[in-house]
Antibody, heavy 119, light 110 residues
Framework: QVQLQESGPGLVKPSQTLSLTCTVS??????????WSWIRQPPGKGLEWIGY???????YYNPSLKSRVTISVDTSKNQFSLKLSSVTAADTAVYYC???????????WGQGTLVTVSS | QSALTQPASVSGSPGQSITISCTGT?????????VSWYQQHPGKAPKLMIY???NRPSGVPDRFSGSKSGNTASLTISGLQAEDEADYYC??????????FGTGTKVTVL
């Protein structure tokens, strides 16, 4: 079955760009009409939807993050990526990637990766 | 977009039924039949429990059921079990073609 795994730096300095990659195994990222999504969860808090890239290449972002977020796909590596610019301590969170059959039907999820923003 | 509103906590005894509400607006919950529910145990990734308001993925016990009325969706857990103790989040599609999560509900099995 399809599995997702997040990777990237666990520590990012304020004002820099957070970059994460989600590697998809057990299936091709370019097969099927899926919504490749990113979600985050600050420590002790709730889930926040970041955005997704549809198989067609269209992207949709949380309006509150839209000016700082870019989601892209690398089909040759079977990966999709998240970039969040101008980070602050408020961006400290566990970041999850997930595959959606609709925007809200997310399954499976990656295990999550903690990114801390600190100098 | 504002987070959907859920009660902070709900509790029940083993065997009882509990219901978690998820209130949005006509631009999200009330406007689309794309409401999902996720279960999250501490330190784990969320798990899909209900999709498109009332559908259960394969492997999810039929004790879990979902419904919607107007701008409010609900998750009911019947025959509550100890392993159901977790955080639960609703999610809805929005008129901006984005998604939004609920504030989360901690379920405690007494």
């Amino acid at each position: 079955q399809v599995q997702l795994q997040e990777s990237g730096p666990g520590l990012v300095k304020p004002s820099q760009t957070l970059s994460l990659t989600c590697t998809v195994s057990g299936g091709s990222i370019s097969s099927g009409d899926y919504y490749w999504s990113w979600i985050r969860q600050p420590p002790g808090k709730g889930l926040e939807w970041i955005g997704y890239i549809y198989y067609s290449g269209s992207t949709y972002y949380n309006p509150s993050l839209k000016s700082r977020v870019t989601i892209s796909v690398d089909t040759s590596k079977n990966q999709f990526s998240l970039k969040l610019s101008s980070v602050t301590a408020a961006d400290t969170a566990v970041y999850y990637c997930a595959r959606g059959t609709t925007v809200t039907t997310l399954d499976p999820w990656g295990q999550g990766t903690l990114v801390t923003v600190s100098s | 977009q504002s987070a959907l509103t859920q009660p902070a906590s709900v509790s029940g005894s083993p065997g009882q039924s509990i219901t978690i509400s998820c209130t949005g607006t006509s631009s999200d919950v009330g406007g689309y039949n794309y409401v999902s529910w996720y279960q999250q145990h501490p330190g784990k990734a969320p798990k899909l429990m209900i999709y498109e308001v009332s559908n259960r993925p394969s492997g999810v016990p039929d004790r879990f059921s979902g419904s919607k009325s107007g701008n409010t969706a609900s998750l009911t857990i019947s025959g509550l079990q100890a392993e159901d103790e977790a955080d639960y989040y609703c999610s809805s599609y929005t008129s901006s073609s984005t998604g939004v999560f609920g504030t989360g509900t901690k379920v405690t099995v007494l």
